[in-house]
Protein backbone atom coordinates (compact mmCIF):
# COMPACT_ATOMS: atom_id res chain seq x y z
CA UNK A 1 0.00 0.00 0.00
CA UNK A 2 1.19 3.53 -0.85
CA UNK A 3 2.69 5.70 1.91
CA UNK A 4 -0.11 8.21 1.06
CA UNK A 5 -2.88 6.45 1.62
CA UNK A 6 -1.19 4.82 4.85
CA UNK A 7 -3.16 5.22 8.37
CA UNK A 8 -3.22 4.34 12.19
CA UNK A 9 -4.44 0.76 12.96
CA UNK A 10 -7.36 2.42 13.86
CA UNK A 11 -8.15 4.08 10.50
CA UNK A 12 -7.78 0.56 8.94
CA UNK A 13 -10.06 -1.05 11.07
CA UNK A 14 -12.84 1.48 10.67
CA UNK A 15 -12.40 1.57 7.02
CA UNK A 16 -13.06 -2.14 7.00
CA UNK A 17 -15.76 -1.77 9.49
CA UNK A 18 -17.71 0.75 6.93
CA UNK A 19 -16.81 -1.41 4.11
CA UNK A 20 -18.13 -4.91 5.56
CA UNK A 21 -21.22 -3.53 7.12
CA UNK A 22 -22.12 -1.70 3.77
CA UNK A 23 -21.46 -4.70 1.66
CA UNK A 24 -22.89 -6.99 3.89
CA UNK A 25 -26.67 -5.57 4.02
CA UNK A 26 -26.12 -4.91 0.39
CA UNK A 27 -25.49 -8.22 -0.45
CA UNK A 28 -26.68 -10.34 2.05
CA UNK A 29 -29.80 -11.63 -0.11
CA UNK A 30 -27.18 -12.93 -2.80
CA UNK A 31 -25.81 -14.95 0.76
CA UNK A 32 -29.12 -16.33 1.71
CA UNK A 33 -29.77 -17.72 -1.95
CA UNK A 34 -26.62 -19.44 -2.28
CA UNK A 35 -26.70 -21.10 0.88
CA UNK A 36 -30.38 -22.21 -0.32
CA UNK A 37 -29.30 -23.97 -3.32
CA UNK A 38 -26.28 -25.19 -1.78
CA UNK A 39 -28.31 -27.03 0.92
CA UNK A 40 -29.85 -29.40 -1.34
CA UNK A 41 -28.37 -32.29 -2.19
CA UNK A 42 -29.66 -33.35 -5.94
CA UNK A 43 -28.80 -36.50 -8.08
CA UNK A 44 -27.08 -36.26 -11.56
CA UNK A 45 -29.83 -35.05 -13.47
CA UNK A 46 -30.30 -31.51 -15.36
CA UNK A 47 -32.07 -30.13 -12.61
CA UNK A 48 -28.34 -30.55 -10.60
CA UNK A 49 -26.96 -28.00 -12.69
CA UNK A 50 -26.42 -24.27 -11.74
CA UNK A 51 -28.23 -22.04 -13.51
CA UNK A 52 -31.17 -19.50 -13.57
CA UNK A 53 -33.84 -21.60 -13.18
CA UNK A 54 -32.49 -22.83 -9.70
CA UNK A 55 -31.92 -19.32 -8.59
CA UNK A 56 -35.52 -18.02 -9.52
CA UNK A 57 -36.61 -21.24 -7.52
CA UNK A 58 -35.02 -20.44 -4.46
CA UNK A 59 -36.41 -16.66 -4.73
CA UNK A 60 -39.88 -17.31 -5.19
CA UNK A 61 -39.98 -20.35 -2.38
CA UNK A 62 -38.23 -17.80 0.39
CA UNK A 63 -40.69 -14.77 -0.77
CA UNK A 64 -43.49 -17.53 -0.20
CA UNK A 65 -42.40 -18.59 2.77
CA UNK A 66 -41.31 -15.48 4.74
CA UNK A 67 -42.05 -12.32 1.95
CA UNK A 68 -39.16 -10.05 0.80
CA UNK A 69 -37.38 -9.27 4.22
CA UNK A 70 -37.17 -13.24 4.15
CA UNK A 71 -34.46 -12.56 1.07
CA UNK A 72 -32.01 -10.71 4.66
CA UNK A 73 -32.41 -13.44 6.87
CA UNK A 74 -29.26 -14.02 8.38
CA UNK A 75 -28.25 -10.26 7.99
CA UNK A 76 -27.75 -9.36 11.60
CA UNK A 77 -25.41 -13.08 12.16
CA UNK A 78 -24.08 -11.63 8.81
CA UNK A 79 -22.64 -8.24 10.39
CA UNK A 80 -21.40 -10.28 13.64
CA UNK A 81 -19.15 -11.79 11.58
CA UNK A 82 -18.55 -9.25 8.48
CA UNK A 83 -17.92 -6.41 10.38
CA UNK A 84 -15.05 -7.36 12.70
CA UNK A 85 -14.16 -9.96 9.80
CA UNK A 86 -13.58 -7.20 7.52
CA UNK A 87 -11.51 -5.25 10.17
CA UNK A 88 -9.83 -8.03 11.11
CA UNK A 89 -8.78 -8.73 7.61
CA UNK A 90 -7.59 -5.15 6.29
CA UNK A 91 -6.12 -4.76 9.90
CA UNK A 92 -3.55 -7.86 8.95
CA UNK A 93 -3.31 -7.19 5.67
CA UNK A 94 -1.94 -3.93 6.28
CA UNK A 95 0.78 -5.02 8.92
CA UNK A 96 1.34 -8.03 6.58
CA UNK A 97 2.13 -5.97 3.30
CA UNK A 98 4.12 -3.79 6.17
CA UNK A 99 6.51 -6.84 7.12
CA UNK A 100 6.54 -8.16 3.54
CA UNK A 101 7.56 -4.91 1.89
CA UNK A 102 10.66 -4.65 5.06
CA UNK A 103 11.61 -8.08 4.07
CA UNK A 104 12.11 -7.10 0.47
CA UNK A 105 13.85 -3.80 0.23
CA UNK A 106 16.47 -5.85 2.69
CA UNK A 107 16.18 -9.02 0.59
CA UNK A 108 16.61 -6.45 -2.62
CA UNK A 109 18.66 -4.01 -1.12
CA UNK A 110 16.37 -1.66 -2.35
CA UNK A 111 15.72 1.11 0.33
CA UNK A 112 12.85 2.79 -2.24
CA UNK A 113 11.06 -0.49 -2.65
CA UNK A 114 7.22 0.87 -2.42
CA UNK A 115 5.41 -2.29 -4.50
CA UNK A 116 5.56 -5.99 -3.45
CA UNK A 117 6.01 -8.60 -5.91
CA UNK A 118 3.41 -10.93 -7.00
CA UNK A 119 4.38 -13.67 -4.69
CA UNK A 120 4.40 -11.27 -1.39
CA UNK A 121 0.65 -10.06 -2.80
CA UNK A 122 -0.70 -13.51 -2.82
CA UNK A 123 0.96 -14.41 0.32
CA UNK A 124 -0.43 -11.49 2.16
CA UNK A 125 -3.92 -11.96 1.09
CA UNK A 126 -4.22 -15.62 1.77
CA UNK A 127 -2.10 -15.42 5.25
CA UNK A 128 -4.66 -12.18 6.22
CA UNK A 129 -7.81 -13.64 4.76
CA UNK A 130 -6.58 -17.47 6.78
CA UNK A 131 -6.05 -15.91 9.68
CA UNK A 132 -9.80 -13.46 10.11
CA UNK A 133 -11.70 -16.41 8.81
CA UNK A 134 -10.51 -18.72 11.67
CA UNK A 135 -11.33 -16.28 14.28
CA UNK A 136 -14.51 -15.37 12.88
CA UNK A 137 -14.95 -18.95 12.34
CA UNK A 138 -17.80 -19.52 15.09
CA UNK A 139 -19.98 -16.64 13.37
CA UNK A 140 -19.76 -18.13 9.58
CA UNK A 141 -21.13 -21.14 11.46
CA UNK A 142 -23.56 -19.51 12.60
CA UNK A 143 -24.34 -17.42 9.75
CA UNK A 144 -24.82 -20.50 7.54
CA UNK A 145 -27.19 -21.67 9.71
CA UNK A 146 -29.04 -18.66 10.12
CA UNK A 147 -29.12 -18.48 6.52
CA UNK A 148 -30.33 -22.33 5.69
CA UNK A 149 -33.89 -23.42 5.73
CA UNK A 150 -33.11 -26.55 7.36
CA UNK A 151 -32.77 -24.83 10.85
CA UNK A 152 -35.30 -22.52 12.79
CA UNK A 153 -34.13 -20.62 15.57
CA UNK A 154 -36.08 -17.90 17.90
CA UNK A 155 -32.68 -15.79 18.02
CA UNK A 156 -29.73 -15.50 17.79
CA UNK A 157 -29.54 -16.23 21.17
CA UNK A 158 -31.44 -19.70 20.53
CA UNK A 159 -29.04 -20.43 17.51
CA UNK A 160 -25.71 -20.18 19.40
CA UNK A 161 -27.48 -22.76 21.94
CA UNK A 162 -28.71 -25.32 19.65
CA UNK A 163 -25.07 -25.62 17.65
CA UNK A 164 -23.29 -25.90 21.00
CA UNK A 165 -25.76 -28.75 21.71
CA UNK A 166 -25.03 -30.36 18.33
CA UNK A 167 -20.90 -30.94 19.20
CA UNK A 168 -19.67 -28.59 21.68
CA UNK A 169 -17.42 -26.16 20.89
CA UNK A 170 -16.26 -28.44 17.84
CA UNK A 171 -19.96 -27.73 16.12
CA UNK A 172 -18.27 -23.89 15.78
CA UNK A 173 -15.16 -24.78 13.68
CA UNK A 174 -17.42 -27.48 11.55
CA UNK A 175 -16.05 -26.74 8.24
CA UNK A 176 -12.96 -24.89 9.33
CA UNK A 177 -10.09 -26.62 7.21
CA UNK A 178 -12.51 -26.32 3.71
CA UNK A 179 -13.03 -22.47 4.46
CA UNK A 180 -9.33 -22.10 4.89
CA UNK A 181 -8.42 -24.04 1.42
CA UNK A 182 -11.40 -21.73 0.25
CA UNK A 183 -10.48 -18.30 1.87
CA UNK A 184 -6.66 -18.49 1.38
CA UNK A 185 -6.14 -19.27 -2.21
CA UNK A 186 -9.38 -17.11 -2.71
CA UNK A 187 -7.79 -14.10 -1.26
CA UNK A 188 -4.11 -14.57 -2.50
CA UNK A 189 -5.31 -15.25 -5.89
CA UNK A 190 -7.39 -11.84 -5.29
CA UNK A 191 -4.59 -9.75 -4.03
CA UNK A 192 -2.52 -10.78 -7.19
CA UNK A 193 -5.13 -10.01 -9.57
CA UNK A 194 -6.43 -6.98 -7.80
CA UNK A 195 -2.69 -5.57 -7.54
CA UNK A 196 -2.03 -6.68 -11.34
CA UNK A 197 -4.94 -5.58 -12.89
CA UNK A 198 -5.23 -1.92 -11.22
CA UNK A 199 -1.35 -1.80 -12.31
CA UNK A 200 -2.49 -2.53 -16.15
CA UNK A 201 -5.27 -0.10 -16.32
CA UNK A 202 -2.82 2.91 -14.76
CA UNK A 203 -0.24 1.92 -17.74
CA UNK A 204 -2.98 1.33 -20.13
CA UNK A 205 -4.39 4.77 -19.69
CA UNK A 206 -1.11 6.24 -19.15
CA UNK A 207 -0.24 5.36 -22.06
CA UNK A 208 -3.32 6.76 -24.24
CA UNK A 209 -2.79 9.51 -21.92
CA UNK A 210 -6.42 9.46 -20.01
CA UNK A 211 -7.54 10.20 -16.30
CA UNK A 212 -9.25 8.04 -14.62
CA UNK A 213 -10.53 8.32 -11.61
CA UNK A 214 -8.93 6.32 -8.71
CA UNK A 215 -12.55 4.99 -7.83
CA UNK A 216 -13.26 3.30 -11.36
CA UNK A 217 -9.54 1.92 -11.02
CA UNK A 218 -10.20 -0.01 -7.92
CA UNK A 219 -13.75 -1.08 -8.86
CA UNK A 220 -12.68 -2.39 -12.45
CA UNK A 221 -9.80 -4.72 -10.32
CA UNK A 222 -11.86 -5.43 -7.65
CA UNK A 223 -14.82 -6.75 -9.36
CA UNK A 224 -12.89 -8.92 -12.13
CA UNK A 225 -9.78 -10.40 -9.38
CA UNK A 226 -13.19 -11.08 -7.48
CA UNK A 227 -14.72 -13.00 -10.77
CA UNK A 228 -11.94 -14.83 -11.27
CA UNK A 229 -10.93 -16.18 -7.72
CA UNK A 230 -14.10 -16.85 -7.29
CA UNK A 231 -14.65 -19.47 -9.91
CA UNK A 232 -11.34 -20.80 -9.23
CA UNK A 233 -12.42 -21.79 -5.64
CA UNK A 234 -15.98 -22.74 -5.50
CA UNK A 235 -16.16 -26.45 -4.99
CA UNK A 236 -13.99 -25.36 -1.73
CA UNK A 237 -17.13 -23.36 -0.62
CA UNK A 238 -20.03 -26.19 -1.59
CA UNK A 239 -17.78 -28.42 0.35
CA UNK A 240 -17.69 -26.24 3.67
CA UNK A 241 -21.28 -25.58 3.38
CA UNK A 242 -22.39 -28.80 3.41
CA UNK A 243 -20.50 -29.71 6.04
CA UNK A 244 -21.41 -26.88 8.10
CA UNK A 245 -25.36 -27.97 8.11
CA UNK A 246 -24.88 -31.78 7.67
CA UNK A 247 -22.27 -32.73 9.48
CA UNK A 248 -23.78 -36.04 10.40
CA UNK A 249 -23.73 -36.78 6.16
CA UNK A 250 -20.61 -34.81 5.52
CA UNK A 251 -18.03 -35.64 8.49
CA UNK A 252 -14.45 -34.89 6.77
CA UNK A 253 -13.31 -32.74 3.62
CA UNK A 254 -12.00 -35.80 1.73
CA UNK A 255 -15.61 -37.88 2.52
CA UNK A 256 -17.61 -33.94 1.82
CA UNK A 257 -15.55 -34.14 -1.93
CA UNK A 258 -16.33 -38.02 -2.45
CA UNK A 259 -20.03 -37.71 -1.91
CA UNK A 260 -20.64 -34.59 -3.60
CA UNK A 261 -18.82 -36.18 -7.00
CA UNK A 262 -20.58 -39.34 -6.86
CA UNK A 263 -24.23 -38.01 -5.92
CA UNK A 264 -24.37 -34.99 -7.76
CA UNK A 265 -20.88 -35.26 -10.66
CA UNK A 266 -18.64 -32.65 -11.10
CA UNK A 267 -21.15 -30.10 -11.54
CA UNK A 268 -22.17 -30.47 -7.83
CA UNK A 269 -19.58 -28.42 -6.73
CA UNK A 270 -21.08 -25.33 -8.87
CA UNK A 271 -24.23 -25.01 -7.33
CA UNK A 272 -24.89 -21.56 -6.22
CA UNK A 273 -21.75 -20.20 -8.69
CA UNK A 274 -23.82 -17.39 -10.09
CA UNK A 275 -25.16 -16.20 -6.70
CA UNK A 276 -21.17 -16.47 -5.19
CA UNK A 277 -19.41 -15.11 -8.43
CA UNK A 278 -21.62 -11.61 -8.67
CA UNK A 279 -21.91 -11.56 -5.05
CA UNK A 280 -18.27 -11.52 -4.73
CA UNK A 281 -17.60 -9.67 -7.64
CA UNK A 282 -19.50 -6.68 -6.26
CA UNK A 283 -18.50 -7.38 -2.58
CA UNK A 284 -14.96 -7.04 -3.68
CA UNK A 285 -15.49 -4.02 -5.65
CA UNK A 286 -17.54 -2.75 -3.25
CA UNK A 287 -15.07 -3.11 -0.14
CA UNK A 288 -11.76 -2.19 -1.82
CA UNK A 289 -13.40 0.85 -3.34
CA UNK A 290 -14.66 1.83 -0.04
CA UNK A 291 -11.55 0.92 2.07
CA UNK A 292 -9.28 2.78 -0.25
CA UNK A 293 -11.40 5.97 -0.53
CA UNK A 294 -11.72 6.03 3.64
CA UNK A 295 -7.57 5.90 4.21
CA UNK A 296 -7.39 8.20 0.85
CA UNK A 297 -9.95 10.65 2.38
CA UNK A 298 -8.06 10.33 5.90
CA UNK A 299 -4.61 11.00 4.14
CA UNK A 300 -5.51 14.10 2.78
CA UNK A 301 -7.35 15.38 5.91
CA UNK A 302 -4.19 14.73 7.58
CA UNK A 303 -2.30 16.68 5.18
CA UNK A 304 -4.29 19.66 5.56
CA UNK A 305 -4.14 19.46 9.21
CA UNK A 306 -0.41 19.47 8.71
CA UNK A 307 -0.42 22.68 6.21
CA UNK A 308 -2.56 24.78 8.72
CA UNK A 309 0.04 23.69 11.47
CA UNK A 310 2.97 24.62 9.44
CA UNK A 311 1.27 28.04 8.37
Given at each position: ??????????????????????????????????????????????????????????????????????????????????????????????????????????????????????????????????????????????????????????????????????????AFFIGAVP?????????????????????????????????????????????????????????????????????????????????????????????????????????????????????????????????????
Amino acid sequence: MSKDKSGGSIVHLGAGALSGVTSCVLLQPFDLLKTRIQQTQTHTTAAALPGKGSVLRAVRAVVATDGVLGLWRGTVPSLIRNAPGTSLYFYFLNHTKQLCLNAEKRIYNDSLRTKLSATSNMVVGASSRAFAGFLLMPMTVLKVHYESSLYKYAGITDALREIWRMGGMRAFFIGAVPTAIRDAPYAGLYMLLYEAIKHKERSIAEARQLVLPEATVTMVAGVMAGLAASYMTQPFDMVKTRMQLRPAEYTSVTQAFAKIYMDESFFGFFRGISLRVLRKGIQASLVFTLYEWVLRTNSQKRAGSSATIKA
